[in-house]
């Protein structure tokens, strides 16, 4: 059974930084694309940032390049995003994801965990 499992989320005001971790069972992560993507009330998931299975190539998403930065240690099954100059408009829920295939779109990845709240105040 896969388990993707976040943590790190929290509330932090406008400018500082926090590290989400996704800890993964039941499957190699070494074998998988990995991502990030958040949700806020009232608008879809986006995409944030997804990494190769070996962590070579990397994407993000416009709104993040710069600020936040995901790797991955495949030895620990585990992934990270590091967030830093946060701003209120970060403000989601934060999900891990994996799947065969790196992309933008969530229906590429087949395994997702239950998220993690980031809250940003101003």
């Known amino acids: 059974q896969v388990q993707l499992v976040e943590s790190g989320g929290g509330l932090v005001q406008a400018g500082g930084g926090l590290r989400l971790s996704c800890a993964a069972s039941?499957?190699?992560?070494?074998?998988?694309?990995m991502a990030w993507f958040r949700q806020a009330p009232g608008q879809e998931r986006e995409f944030v940032a997804s990494?190769?299975?070996?962590?070579?190539?990397?994407d993000y998403a416009d709104s993040v390049k710069g600020r936040f930065t995901i790797s991955r240690d495949n030895a620990k099954n585990t992934m990270y995003l590091q967030m830093i100059s946060l701003k209120p408009e970060d403000t989601a829920v934060y999900y891990c994801?994996?799947?065969?295939?790196?992309?933008?779109?969530?229906?590429?990845?087949?395994?997702w965990g239950q998220g993690t709240q980031v809250t940003v105040s101003s």
């Open positions: 039941g499957l190699t992560s070494g074998r998988y694309s």
């Open positions: 994801s994996a799947g065969p295939l790196s992309s933008v779109r969530a229906t590429s990845y087949a395994y």
């Open positions: 990494s190769s299975p070996g962590g070579l190539r990397t």
